[in-house]
């Protein structure tokens, strides 16, 4: 009869031994810092300096189609929200009229 080696159980894993983290620079490639787009006016600003950046090649056409979309759809959501507080504030004046 032969007998089997001490084996760990099937339901424990080992610990894996520990890495030193290492720290990869990147180049700093089109590093912009990140616009403030707190109000459509901001919104706005931002959409004009991407089109003058596609008018001039530093940025691609299809990458700037993409971001204006974006922009396009974070102005709509302002419209809304701002249309929505200014509901609010109506119906709270209609009920303290009543």
């Known amino acids: 009869m032969t007998t089997k080696?001490?084996?760990?159980?099937?339901n424990v894993r080992?610990?894996?031994p520990?890495?030193?983290l290492q720290v990869i620079e990147t180049p700093e490639i089109n590093r912009h810092p990140s616009p403030r787009l707190g109000t459509a006016a901001e919104v706005?600003?931002?959409?004009?300096?991407?089109?003058?950046?596609?008018?001039t090649g530093q940025?691609?056409?299809?990458?700037?189609?993409k971001l204006a979309?974006?922009?396009?759809?974070?102005?709509t959501l302002?419209?809304?929200?701002?249309l929505e507080a200014r509901?609010?504030?109506?119906?709270?004046?209609?009920k303290a009229q009543k």
């Open 5 to 10: 080696p001490n084996a760990p159980a099937t």
């Open 78 to 82: 302002m419209r809304i929200d701002d």
């Open 18 to 20: 520990t890495k030193t």
């Open 59 to 65: 940025v691609g056409i299809g990458d700037a189609t």
């Open 44 to 55: 706005r600003m931002e959409m004009a300096r991407l089109y003058r950046e596609a008018r």
């Open 69 to 75: 979309y974006i922009l396009t759809q974070l102005a």
């Open 14 to 16: 080992p610990i894996a």
């Open 87 to 94: 509901t609010a504030a109506l119906e709270r004046i209609l």
